[in-house]
Nanobody, 124 residues
Framework: QVQLVESGGGLVQAGGSLRLSCAAS????????MGWFRQVPGKEREFVAA????????NYADSVKGRFTISRDNAKNAVYVEMNSLKPEDTAVYYC?????????????????WGQGTQVTVSS
């Protein structure tokens, strides 16, 4: 069992930056692929970024590639996403998730544990 708690969300102007953190508790954090997803009310949750257990593989949605960077610190049981050049369309609730499968998965169904989410709002 893994518990995930996101933090770092907030209000930022377009072009600004935010860094989201996800703190994990439970066993064997370093064995999990970790991912970030986001959801806008009325829309399906979508993949943002993922990182393999060793941080050797990363995966990004096309919409954030070049602007977002995912990283992890297995010693601290934490995963991060640095978000730069933010756009109003990045406004969403961002969720951290953990997967027992594969490497930097983008499929939501591959993720077994989810956090409660943190709101990111980008003003124009």
């Amino acid at each position: 069992q893994v518990q995930l708690v996101e933090s770092g969300g907030g209000l930022v102007q377009a072009g600004g930056s935010l860094r989201l953190s996800c703190a994990a508790s439970g066993r064997a954090f370093s064995r999990y692929t970790m991912g970030w997803f986001r959801q806008v009310p009325g829309k399906e949750r979508e993949f943002v970024a993922a990182i393999s257990w060793s941080a050797g593989n990363t995966n990004y949605a096309d919409s954030v590639k070049g602007r977002f960077t995912i990283s992890r610190d297995n010693a601290k049981n934490a995963v991060y996403v640095e978000m730069n050049s933010l756009k109003p369309e990045d406004t969403a609730v961002y969720y951290c998730a953990a997967s027992r499968y594969g490497s930097a998965n983008s499929r939501q169904d591959d993720y077994h544990y989810w956090g409660q989410g943190t709101q990111v709002t980008v003003s124009s």
